[in-house]
């Protein structure tokens, strides 16, 4: 298995337009060959901003990087960043191997 995150830093008060950005997306995951899971986490506060993380669960590293070269990837971030004064600085993503 294999898990992708990739951590917002999300500014005060921008929180709930956020999770509404996430909400209202089109979504094109189901029915991607070796996707399992998909959740949005909101983590801890901290004073100028809230962290959230993007968690997607997959059978192995390579259906993770075939989505990424994917029509269904660049569909779901056709929109993504546009809303420039909500984010402190980019995305930070990491990839993991599940061990056990
Ligand atoms: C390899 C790196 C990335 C991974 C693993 C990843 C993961 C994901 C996943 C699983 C979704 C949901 C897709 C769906 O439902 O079809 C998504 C959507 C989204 N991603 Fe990424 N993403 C990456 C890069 C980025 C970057 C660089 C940004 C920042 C600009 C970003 C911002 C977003 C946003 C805002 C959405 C919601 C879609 C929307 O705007 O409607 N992602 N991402």
Redo the contacts with the bound molecule.
């Keep these: 298995m294999f898990i992708?995150m990739?951590r917002f830093r999300i500014n005060k008060g921008s929180e709930a337009e956020f999770e509404r950005?996430?909400a209202?997306?089109?979504?094109?995951?189901e029915g991607v060959p070796g996707f399992e899971e998909?959740n949005l986490l909101r983590g801890p506060e901290a004073d100028d901003h809230t962290l959230y993380a993007?968690h997607?669960v997959w059978k192995n590293k390579q259906y993770f990087e075939d989505w990424?070269n994917s029509e269904?990837f660049r569909k779901?971030?056709a929109?993504?960043?546009s809303a420039k004064n909500i984010y402190q600085g980019?995305?930070m993503?990491e990839g993991f191997e599940v061990v056990l």
């Design positions: 992708a990739n950005i996430w209202r997306r089109d979504s094109h995951l998909f993007s997607s990424t269904a779901a971030h929109n993504a960043g980019h995305p993503f």
